[in-house]
């Protein structure tokens, strides 16, 4: 991930500079990417109850039309064969989609728990007004059946369906279009946003004054303002809602109420009532959250607002990275067959233990280099940490940035790793640094994602 | 009582193409160049060859010849002989060697032919060596892979195991050797002499490598001719004997960098090849015993770690032997006379061949300016692959 002044943004195209830095996913990077690492660190949470159930993926950026990205989020997470997964689409709200039916399953007792997670890449056209303020980013949350587990107790739902054109992609087309806003905000969103918070509120028998804090996307701040406004809060509640997180975030698509929810259950205190809200394309939908004690586990556990570490680009790498200003495009050797034969090895990161000598191999092996038995070993994994043992800086490797950085690991627990180090500059590789895995995009080689792990150097992340 | 080849294979003909951007020349063109150097020099001709061995590791690059004995035998008129080829990556040529001294031991031929050739230029953009290790290896493993990136490793780890070295001015020592080498050489790609400054402004390729850390990309061909040692003595051939060959398999393609044990400031290959050559000669101690050396200089990093490996010094002592200049032309011990990779370039197939070339020009005292001080014996050595073989042969009278 990197970050990109929003005043180059606007400065390039001659509008107005705005205040903040947009989050950018690299170029190895995707809806999915990200949902793995927010999902793995949501599922490695001190908090986070045994192995969910299955996860729901929500994305309006999905890197197929046709293909589930649940799936493999299920299986890198280890999640099983009769995992439940499904993924949520097409719409801004649809997280909050996933999570309504992530509900429901606890409810019915159908699954003890799910993760659900949201992930974008909103798709601006180079020069649109909106461009500095999309964002990329991801969010996980679970969802669980059990009160005693949870932070946050979901007690009332409240949805309004309208058929409204505000904001869209159509399935041929590359960056997000919109109508005029001067129409779509207050007769779009400010109204079915209001209207379905006071929906949610007469439901539950509250009044506004009962509400601690709303966590709720928007297009832009003052149509969150006026939303808001309109359904009752004083400008004290909205202040004290945002806490600056729209100029931080803006607008990350589907991950935007999460990410909100995030920083406003931070600000929380149990017994507090913070509605979490989504909308999109004319549907709205509101959940009435009461915080539980757990609440102040979950602050004390978490790091506070760290420094962002990732570095700042400028506006033609934002532009390379997004892939509009594009090189040749790669297309390696891929093979289905071979990719579902490695899964094991390539994906969850399981090499071979031999049971005669014990020794670990990875690369898997059937036979065993130390003592020769064949096909007597069982499976043992790969440590996710580890420390650089020595690097090099590819300049020759077709890439879309100017270098390839590749880094030998010595892994925790044993084993050796060598892949790419994302998102590094050739000055921050040493030997001894210490570095993590985590899922990135490879190449499209036979015409489809090829997803694979990579080193990242560990350092803090906000 | 088991086999041993010492002393019973001769080299009687050697024989070079120029070795360069050949676009005026066709593979076959470099074969029979090479090829009939190394009969005249034997002073046979063709039908004289009871079989022959073809060294070419990446017959796919140029898209026409390569792939069996068969490109050997139409250029030559071979027919009907048999004719193998050997693949083994940077060991091929070497390789091919080998097996042609072998079947010499069996007593089944009198006289075999050995040439290494690789056409490297004239393939499209993508069919080069390094498009190769982007496009047609693994999916997922080891992706961002190249041979400098490789060689980068090492640097990277030498550089921070071994203190009170300068890097750039260390890899520029062996850079400016072999290119001074290679200026002196008719056959040699590159004939230039370099300084530390163009080699410090050369663009980067794989830190700490610059362009003029690495070999060039040429085409090229050597050849042998090889026989009995009976053979050579009945019909007075100027000959230099094969002493010991070692030759050892110790990675795959892809696991040498999740071995724990590559410290990669070594290659087991290079140390385990090198230890049974000189273990059938009978050779103790290499860095008294060995007067000139061919290696495996791909990378300036490579010929640090290679005469390590090679025992010609001690481990973290490659650097300071290149600096102060005992592996020059005329220092103790002489390494890569003939230029090396550097100046020769990398035909994959051919360079194994040329070295065998080298070595044994130079113990017959036909080298000119290039000679070096009476080398009573010789070596070659090349490193295949990301270290998964390392061939070393050494020669004598």
Redesign the interface.
């Known amino acids: 991930m990197f970050r990109v002044p929003r005043s180059t943004v606007g400065e390039t195209w001659g509008h107005a500079r705005a205040a903040g830095e947009r989050p950018i996913a690299s170029y190895d990077e995707d809806s999915l990417t990200m949902a793995a690492d927010a999902l793995a660190k949501c599922i490695g949470h001190p908090l986070c109850p045994a192995k969910p159930d299955g996860v729901f993926f929500a994305s309006t950026t999905a890197p197929y039309w046709e293909k589930q990205s649940s799936t493999l989020l299920a299986v890198v997470s280890g999640l099983g064969r009769s995992a439940i997964t499904a993924d949520f689409a097409s719409s801004l709200r649809a997280g909050t989609a996933a999570v309504k039916s992530a509900v429901d399953a606890v409810s019915s007792g159908a699954a003890k728990s799910l993760m659900v997670v949201a992930s974008d890449c909103r798709p601006a056209q180079p020069g649109a007004p909106f461009e500095a303020w999309t964002g990329d980013s991801a969010a996980c949350l679970e969802i669980v059946g059990d009160e005693r587990q949870c932070v946050a107790e979901i007690e009332a739902i409240h949805q309004v369906n309208e058929e409204f054109l505000d904001v869209w992609r159509r399935s041929d087309e590359a960056f997000v279009n919109g109508g005029d806003p001067l129409f779509s905000g207050p007769h779009g969103y400010v109204r079915l946003v209001s209207e379905s918070i006071l929906g949610l509120l007469q439901k539950a028998n509250l009044n506004q004054s009962q509400i601690n804090r709303i966590a709720v996307n928007g297009p832009d701040y003052r149509s969150y303002q006026s939303a808001l406004a309109k359904a009752g809060f004083s400008q004290d509640f909205v202040r004290r809602s945002d806490a600056g997180h729209w100029l931080a975030h803006g607008d990350t698509g589907t991950t935007a109420p999460f990410a909100a929810l995030a920083q406003v259950l931070m600000n929380s205190q149990p017994g507090d009532k913070v509605i979490l809200a989504a909308y999109g394309n004319g549907n709205c939908d509101c959940l009435l959250l009461r915080v539980n004690d757990r609440i102040n586990e979950m602050k004390s556990l978490s790091p506070g607002p760290n420094a962002p570490t990732s570095r700042i680009l400028d506006y033609p790498q934002y532009l390379r990275l997004k892939g509009l200003l594009t090189d040749e495009s790669l297309n390696p050797y891929s093979s289905p067959a071979l990719l579902w034969k490695e899964q094991k090895q390539n994906l969850l990161l399981l090499g071979t233990k031999c049971r005669q000598c014990s020794t670990f191999a990875y690369p898997r092996r059937r036979v065993c280099l130390k003592c020769g038995s064949k096909d007597d070993f069982e499976d043992a994994g790969l440590g996710r940490t580890g420390r650089i043992y020595t690097f090099s800086v590819e300049r020759v490797f077709p890439s879309p940035g100017p270098t390839v950085c590749m880094a030998v690991a010595d892994m925790e627990g044993g084993g050796r790793f060598y892949a790419q180090v994302a998102d590094c500059e050739p000055g921050e590789l040493k030997v001894g640094a210490p570095v993590e895995l985590c899922l990135r995009k490879l190449h499209d080689g036979g015409g489809y994602r090829n997803y694979y792990w990579k080193f990242r150097l560990s350092r803090v992340n906000c | 009582m088991k086999q041993t080849i010492k002393d019973k294979v001769a080299v009687v003909g050697t024989g070079l193409s120029k070795f360069g951007e050949n676009y005026t020349l066709t593979y076959h063109d470099m074969v029979i160049d090479a090829a009939f150097a190394a009969l005249d020099d034997a002073g046979l001709s063709v039908k004289d060859i009871d079989a022959a061995w073809l060294g070419t590791s990446y017959p796919d690059e140029s898209g026409l010849e390569g792939n069996s004995g068969a490109s050997l035998a139409e250029p030559l008129g071979l027919y009907p002989k048999p004719v193998t080829r050997v693949a083994n990556y940077c060991a091929t040529g070497a390789d091919a060697i080998r097996n042609g001294a072998i079947a010499i031991v069996s007593g089944l031929y009198d006289y075999v032919l050995i040439v290494g050739v690789e056409k490297m230029r004239e393939v499209p953009s993508r069919g080069t060596l390094?498009a190769r290790h982007?496009?047609?290896?693994h999916?997922?493993?080891?992706?961002?892979?190249?041979m400098?990136?490789?060689f980068?490793?090492?640097a990277?780890?030498y550089f921070?195991t071994y203190s009170g070295y300068d890097p750039r001015k260390t890899l520029s020592s062996v850079a400016i050797k072999n290119h001074f080498n290679g200026s002196l050489n008719p056959k040699a790609h590159f004939q230039r002499v370099v300084t530390e400054q163009e080699i410090a402004a050369s663009?980067?390729?794989?830190?700490p490598l610059r362009i003029l850390d690495c070999c060039p990309t040429t085409d090229g061909a050597a050849a042998v001719v090889l026989t009995s040692r009976e053979i050579a003595e009945r019909r007075g051939h100027d000959y230099v004997l094969i002493k010991g060959i070692g030759m050892s398999t110790a990675e795959g393609w892809?696991?040498l960098?999740?071995?724990?044990e590559?410290d990669?400031t070594s290659f087991r290959a290079s140390r385990d090849a090198a230890q049974a050559a000189y273990d059938e000669a009978g050779i103790k101690d290499p860095s008294k015993e060995i007067g000139v050396v061919e290696l495996h200089d791909a990378f300036t990093s490579a010929e640090l770690v290679d005469t390590e490996d090679l025992r010609l010094f001690g481990r973290g002592e490659g650097g300071r032997m290149a600096m102060e200049g005992v592996t020059s032309l005329h220092g103790e011990i002489p390494v890569n006379p003939s230029g090396g990779l550097k100046s020769f370039g990398h035909p994959v197939g051919a360079t194994g061949t040329r070295m065998a070339v080298e070595i044994v020009n130079q113990i017959r005292g036909r080298c000119g300016s290039r000679q070096v001080r009476s080398p009573k014996m010789g070596l070659l050595h090349n490193l295949g692959g990301p270290g998964c073989l390392g061939i070393v042969m050494v020669f004598g009278r």
């Not at chain 2, 982007?134 to 290896?137: A, S």
């Not at chain 2, 999916?139 to 190249?146: A, F, N, Q, S």
């Not at chain 2, 663009?203 to 830190?207: E, F, M, R, T």
């Open positions: 390094l982007v496009l047609k290896t999916p997922l493993l080891c992706k961002g892979r190249t400098p990136g490789l980068s490793l090492v990277n780890r921070e663009p980067l390729v794989a830190d892809y696991s960098h999740f071995n724990p590559m990669f």
